[in-house]
């Protein structure tokens, strides 16, 4: 493995590496409680992040936690997108004489929200 500069510093560096690759059904509680202290967690977690299905505990987080948050990290990026296609779709079926109550169903957001695209086109 390739050692990067962050990792010289990582508390993990000086401490047995079992403790962050526990048995299935082990706990990584005292893992995460090191990275918890450490100075370079965030760097960690980031490189974590950047190699899927990386094993063991990164940045105090568990392989199915970096999942989530890798996941959390794609909805967000999709959501604008979404919003304006919702916006776009809001307009158009109001445009075609839908209610904003209707409309706000079937797009999925509230009846404040279709007023305010409304209001703003």
Known sequence: MITTDWQL?????????EIFFP???GSPAAAKKIC???????TCLEAGLAKPGTIGVWGGTTPKERRRITR???IKRRQPTRMVNSRRLALA??????????????VGVSDR????????A
């Open 113 to 120: 929200t279709i007023f305010r695209w409304k209001a703003a």
């Open 36 to 42: 918890h202290t450490c100075t370079v967690k965030d």
């Open 93 to 106: 079926l109001l445009a075609e004489g839908k209610i904003p109550t209707q409309v706000a169903a079937i």
């Open 23 to 25: 048995e299935k059904g």
């Open 72 to 74: 959390g990290r794609e």
């Open 9 to 17: 510093d990582a508390l993990c560096a000086q401490i047995d590496p």
